[in-house]
Nanobody
């Protein structure tokens, strides 16, 4: 069964750093873009960063210059390096895979991870 497995969340002080990692649980045929979204209490889920298979990245304005997304196409993993963390970065962070095809004859579907909590607090 295909799952996105996230790790790396936790508690950090303002100005600190965390690295989130996400891996597809089984070997799959292909994945298009991968990315990270987040949802703070009482707010809608929002895009943080995405990266295509070719390495093109897209960031929310609020994290530009502080967060860096990267991926390993061979391993189907995506990481999010978060630096200079702020209180407003506190949220549950979700990994996303766009048009994941488990096999060559599969229809592609979007997958979400279970979410990992990031708390920025002094």
């Amino acid at each position: 069964q295909v799952q996105l497995v996230e790790s790396g969340g936790g508690l950090v002080q303002p100005g600190g750093s965390l690295r989130l990692s996400c891996a597809v649980s089984v070997r799959v045929f292909s994945v298009n873009a991968m990315g990270w979204y987040r949802q703070a209490p009482g707010k809608e889920r929002e895009l943080v960063a995405t990266i295509t298979r070719g390495g093109t990245t897209n960031y929310a304005d609020s994290v530009k210059g502080r967060f860096t997304i990267s991926r390993d196409n061979a391993k189907n993993t995506v990481d999010l390096q978060m630096n200079s963390l702020k209180y407003e970065d506190t949220a549950v962070y979700y990994c996303h895979a766009d048009n994941l095809r488990p096999t060559a004859w599969s229809t592609g579907y979007d997958y979400w991870g279970q979410g990992t909590q990031v708390t920025v607090s002094s």
